[in-house]
Each structure stands twice: as structure tokens, then as C-alpha cells.
């Protein structure tokens, strides 16, 4: 297996949990990080070694990346698995899949690649690499058998782990936080580059929010190797005690909030699977976000927004992620209960969807690819 962030080593753990149960005696390896590590995957590199998101921020690590890549491929090579698994992080693994494949080991690709969203050129890569694809949302198989590709919906992972009624008081009691207080979850991403990019305006945004609403409260769940940079970034923008840094939990901070700031990615959709209304976010290199911007296919980027199909929370981007653009849009929805409410709403809607026994339906997913190579 290999996993290339956060996002991902939670969703490989997720599905390592059902594997487990079903092949008890599972020998797994590659890639990864502490959720799948706690399934007893053993982690030749830790998943920060892909951690980068961006073109200008690629190409800075290209070397350090494509060696990794290079030895894991030759080692796999060596030791033949029965399957390679690739969990999401396309540009490291579907070239690596093509070329197991090639060799004659099986592939599978947990999560497609957002071929909806922007480079629909994927799909032929997808077709050379994958022996099947695990979708985590309904329409994307349909979408890939046009193409030939065999795929499965499996629900969102997460959608089974979040609870359909998070239990606010039980989050905030667990972390520390006032039951009464208003509170904002700040979360500025899960890579380097987006805490460089994303958490100065951020704490900006909050602390011009504190000068409208005293009382608030902020917490912010950071990963440890990120926590100095989080911290570094508050002391500058002038926040002090109302500010909560947690290790990590950002299921608790989530949970306990009534609103959170959000860098865009897989984090949103966990917020939306909390039912907390937000204000998604993102800046980058310039460079990348031009090219980025060319290759768009949907006016969403945040993926609540993508599954509704229309901007059902604001979404700042680039040069319109300003502290005061930020701050602004969180006041407006701390000023509208109904609408806080009404997104509650429509995100409990999404969740239904979105829940299955995705570790099951993907067991037994890869349980067919293994037997056809059998």
C-alpha cells in the first residue's frame, strides 16, 4: 500500500481494519502512517514523503519523490505482493500501478481520481493501471465503466466512523472547551506548505473575529511535525488564551465546534459529515494556482459544494482568501441560525448517502481482484 497524507492514512487504516478481520494473518507494508501502523502495516516511508500539494511545490521534492518511488517499485518488484493498493495521491501512484501491473501484479486504486473535477486526461492512465477502483462516491462508477474500468462504490469511509448525531458537549468536555462558549474550529491543512500558505491568515481572520464576538473560543487540531509552524503563526497574529492547540483529534475538534475554517481537501468533507457549517479556504504558490485554475472543470472546489452542486458554503480562494474576507464570512453565518441550521440539514442528507460498510465493500472488492489473479 502506499499512502501520500493524512487523508489518506486514515482511509487506508479504515480499510486495513476490514482486511484484518477477514485475512487475519494479513502481511501489509509500504507507505503509510500511525492510523494504518495500528493495523500493523509496517512503514518503509513515512506518508509526509508525499505530502506536497502544487506544481511549483512539486517540483521542489520531484528528485526526493520520484527515488522513493523508484525503490518501492523495485522492492515490491522483489517481494511480489499479492496486491498493491494505492490510496489516493494519483500523481505518485498511478504511474507506480502501471508499472506493477505491467509486471503482473494486481492493482487497486482507493478513491478515484477527481476526473470530474479537473484532468479527465486521467482516465486512460486509470485504464492502464488499475485492475479495479474502490469509489467513495455513487456516480464515479458509472463514470469509469464508460471507460472500461472496473470500479465499486464502497460509501465514504468516514461516513461509517462519524456518527450521524455528533455529541457537541461530549467533544468539548473531552478537550477542555466551555459548553456554553461559541467556538470556531481552525484547520489549516495538513501539509507544510498549506500552513505556510493558509495560517497566518487564518489566526488573522480570527482574531479580527474575536474583536465582533468576545467570548469566542478557537481550536485548533494540529499535526505534531506542524504544531511549531501553527504556533509560530498565532503568536504573530495576536491570539492568546482563547486559542486551544490540540495533537492531532481533529474528529474532537470537529465535533466540538459550532463553525470551522477549513483549507480545502478531504477535511471538508469531514466537517460536512459533523454537520458543521463553514468557510472553506485556499492559497498557494501563484504559479500553481494559475495552472491549476486552467485545469478546473466545476466552479466548486471544496468537495460539500462539488457533491451538492452548488455553493452551499462560501469558498475563498487565492487573493480573495484575505483575513477580513474570512472573518466576514464567518460572522455572517454566526448571525444566521437558520442557515446554520439549514446546512445541518442538508449535510445530514449527504451523510445518508455517503454511508455504507465501505470496509466490507471493498474486502470484498479486493477479494475478487486477488481470486481473478489466482
Not at 479495479?132 to 465503466?145: K, R, T
Not at 459550532?258 to 485556499?282: C, H, N, Q, W
Not at 469558498?315 to 442557515?339: I, K, Y
Request: aromatic share 6%.
Amino acid at each position: 500500500m502506499a499512502a501520500g497524507e493524512a487523508s489518506g492514512d486514515l482511509l487506508a487504516g479504515l480499510l486495513l481494519s476490514g482486511m484484518r478481520r477477514r485475512w487475519p494473518d494479513l502481511s501489509s507494508f509500504g507507505i503509510g502512517g500511525p492510523q494504518m501502523a495500528a493495523h500493523g502495516f509496517q512503514a518503509w516511508w513515512p506518508y509526509e514523503k508525499l505530502a506536497v500539494r502544487g506544481y511549483v511545490e512539486v517540483l521542489r521534492h520531484y528528485p526526493e519523490i520520484v527515488g522513493i518511488r523508484r525503490k518501492l517499485k523495485e522492492r515490491l518488484l522483489r517481494e511480489r505482493p499479492q496486491l498493491f493498493i494505492g490510496v489516493d495521491a494519483p500523481d505518485f501512484n498511478l504511474d507506480l500501478e502501471a508499472g506493477l501491473r505491467a509486471a503482473g501484479i494486481r492493482t487497486v486504486h482507493f478513491v478515484c481520481p477527481a476526473i470530474w473535477a479537473w484532468r479527465p486526461e486521467r482516465i486512460d492512465k486509470i485504464r492502464r493501471a488499475c485492475d479495479h477502483v474502490l469509489c467513495i462516491f455513487p456516480f464515479e462508477p458509472e463514470l469509469l465503466a464508460r471507460s472500461g474500468v472496473h470500479a465499486t462504490y464502497v460509501g465514504h469511509p468516514l461516513a461509517a466512523v462519524i456518527p450521524l448525531e455528533p455529541d457537541r458537549l461530549a467533544a468539548r468536555v473531552a478537550i477542555g472547551l466551555p459548553a456554553e462558549a461559541e467556538v470556531v474550529a481552525i484547520l489549516p491543512g495538513s501539509r507544510r506548505a498549506e500552513v505556510q500558505h493558509l495560517a497566518r491568515p487564518f489566526f488573522e481572520a480570527a482574531r479580527l473575529l474575536r474583536g465582533q464576538r468576545p467570548g469566542i473560543r478557537f481550536v485548533v487540531p494540529a499535526l505534531p511535525a506542524l504544531k511549531p509552524a501553527i504556533l509560530a503563526a498565532a503568536r504573530q497574529a495576536g491570539l492568546g488564551e482563547e486559542l486551544l492547540v490540540l495533537d492531532g483529534r481533529s474528529h474532537e475538534a470537529l465535533a466540538a465546534c459550532d463553525l470551522t475554517l477549513i483549507a480545502s481537501g478531504t477535511a471538508t468533507l469531514e466537517a460536512a459529515l459533523f454537520k458543521r457549517p463553514m468557510v472553506i479556504a485556499y492559497r498557494m504558490n501563484e504559479l500553481s494556482w494559475r495552472i491549476t485554475r486552467r485545469k478546473q472543470l466545476q466552479p466548486w472546489v471544496g468537495l460539500p459544494n462539488i457533491l451538492a452542486e452548488e455553493f452551499v458554503v462560501p469558498e475563498l480562494l487565492q487573493h480573495d482568501a484575505t483575513p477580513q474576507a474570512l472573518a466576514t464570512s464567518l460572522l455572517e453565518w454566526l448571525a444566521s441560525p437558520d442557515r446554520m441550521q439549514a446546512v445541518r440539514e442538508r449535510f445530514t442528507v449527504l451523510h445518508h448517502r455517503l454511508r455504507r460498510d465501505t470496509a466490507a465493500l471493498a474486502t470484498d472488492a479486493i477479494g475478487k481482484v486477488i481470486a481473478n489473479a489466482s
